[in-house]
């Protein structure tokens, strides 16, 4: 089937971010894949930053589509391609109402132009550069000889499973887990909805003593952590198995947890609202995220009603991570 590119040229880092969060999660259909890089009219193409392009994958129900989260200049240009299949494409002026409708303001001209016949997810995907959240620097196997060797440094290749720190959601979940394992020692550790593992391969690279769980609903997500785990020398360290939510022998008979980790949705965050309060311990710290900013005070609320405090509320590119603990 023939496969079609949506191109959007604006200026600034924060609106291309933007209309790149609108593209994937506010607006339908949603693109099989989509780039966001610094784009330079009179020559080579992300000439000053590297390009952060994201594939379609199996997520699993609970799982966010990638967005690009980019680091370069404020004011460069910066271009957004939106990969649509044949029978998936948006006309150009719909689009551009769609996205203008969303955002509350006019948009650029959308460009909608064939892409050649071959496999562009995956050379969009091995384009991946690396990305720092907090200490951790999450990389590609492309990329493994020019990042620094270090307990730092995951290794994550984009593929089925949901997690390569590109996303607002894993990146402020990362940036949360090195913020709150600098102050505290955790012993029992969740990681609910893990996708590719990111996340409680952090947790055992900061935390060498801790027991750690790791949880997806969907199956091919936990081969592919358990292997990221592997790969990543903390495959012994880290129990991965399927579970949908909190329902399971391994998370009932683990004991109170006191850290747990839920990057999934809001709405079966706010749905394990009450259950998360009998899993995690009194002071206890909970990490959520996969929340859209305007999502979060109905989140907020439930876990209010359910025993918690809020501690921090972060805002990246349009996504809410949550730092709260439980009320003893």
């Given at each position: 089937?023939?496969?079609?590119?949506?191109?959007?040229?604006?200026?600034?880092?924060?609106?291309?971010?933007?209309?790149?969060?609108?593209?994937?999660?506010?607006?339908?259909?949603?693109?099989?894949?989509?780039?966001?890089?610094?784009?330079?009219?009179?020559?080579?193409?992300?000439?000053?930053?590297?390009?952060?392009?994201?594939?379609?994958?199996?997520?699993?129900?609970?799982?966010?589509?990638?967005?690009?989260v980019s680091f370069a200049r404020e004011h460069d240009d910066w271009?957004?391609?939106?990969?649509?299949?044949?029978?998936?494409?948006?006309?150009?002026?719909?689009?551009?109402?769609?996205?203008?409708?969303?955002?509350?303001?006019?948009?650029?001209?959308?460009?909608?132009?064939?892409?050649?016949?071959?496999?562009?997810?995956?050379?969009?995907?091995?384009?991946?550069?690396?990305?720092?959240?907090?200490?951790?620097?999450?990389h590609g196997s492309h990329d493994r000889d020019r990042v620094p060797?270090?307990?730092?440094?995951?290794?994550?290749?984009?593929?089925?499973?949901?997690?390569?720190?590109?996303?607002?959601?894993?990146?402020?979940?990362?940036?949360?887990?090195?913020?709150?394992?600098?102050?505290?020692?955790?012993?029992?550790?969740?990681?609910?909805?893990?996708?590719?593992?990111?996340?409680?391969?952090?947790?055992?690279?900061?935390?060498?003593?801790?027991?750690?769980?790791?949880?997806?609903?969907?199956?091919?997500?936990?081969?592919?952590?358990?292997?990221?785990?592997?790969?990543?020398?903390?495959?012994?360290?880290?129990?991965?198995?399927?579970?949908?939510?909190?329902?399971?022998?391994?998370?009932?008979?683990?004991?109170?947890?006191?850290?747990?980790?839920?990057?999934?949705?809001?709405?079966?965050?706010?749905?394990?609202?009450?259950?998360?309060?009998?899993?995690?311990?009194?002071?206890?710290?909970?990490?959520?995220?996969?929340?859209?900013?305007?999502?979060?005070?109905?989140?907020?609320?439930?876990?209010?009603?359910?025993?918690?405090?809020?501690?921090?509320?972060?805002?990246?590119?349009?996504?809410?991570?949550?730092?709260?603990?439980?009320?003893?």
């Amino acid at each position: 089937m023939s496969q079609y590119v949506a191109s959007i040229i604006v200026t600034g880092k924060d609106e291309a971010n933007e209309i790149a969060t609108a593209l994937q999660d506010l607006i339908e259909p949603a693109p099989d894949a989509l780039t966001l890089f610094e784009h330079n009219p009179t020559g080579q193409e992300g000439a000053a930053q590297p390009a952060a392009p994201f594939g379609q994958g199996s997520h699993g129900r609970y799982a966010p589509q990638p967005i690009a989260v980019s680091f370069a200049r404020e004011h460069d240009d910066w271009k957004i391609e939106a990969y649509y299949s044949e029978d998936g494409l948006p006309a150009a002026e719909a689009l551009r109402a769609s996205l203008a409708e969303v955002l509350g303001r006019p948009v650029p001209d959308v460009a909608i132009a064939p892409v050649p016949d071959n496999n562009w997810v995956a050379m969009s995907q091995a384009a991946l550069p690396p990305v720092q959240a907090g200490r951790f620097v999450i990389h590609g196997s492309h990329d493994r000889d020019r990042v620094p060797r270090g307990p730092n440094a995951i290794l994550i290749d984009a593929g089925e499973a949901f997690g390569t720190a590109h996303h607002a959601t894993t990146s402020g979940c990362l940036q949360a887990i090195d913020r709150v394992t600098r102050t505290r020692r955790y012993r029992n550790v969740l990681d609910l909805g893990c996708g590719s593992g990111v996340l409680a391969i952090a947790v055992a690279r900061v935390l060498p003593r801790a027991l750690i769980l790791a949880s997806d609903m969907d199956v091919p997500s936990v081969a592919v952590a358990a292997a990221n785990m592997a790969l990543n020398g903390v495959g012994a360290r880290i129990h991965v198995f399927p579970a949908a939510g909190l329902d399971h022998p391994f998370i009932r008979h683990a004991g109170l947890f006191d850290l747990l980790i839920a990057n999934i949705l809001a709405g079966p965050l706010i749905e394990l609202a009450p259950r998360m309060s009998r899993a995690v311990e009194p002071g206890g710290t909970l990490l959520l995220s996969g929340i859209l900013v305007p999502q979060a005070p109905q989140v907020i609320a439930a876990y209010r009603a359910s025993g918690f405090i809020l501690n921090r509320h972060d805002r990246i590119y349009g996504w809410s991570t949550l730092q709260l603990s439980r009320a003893f």
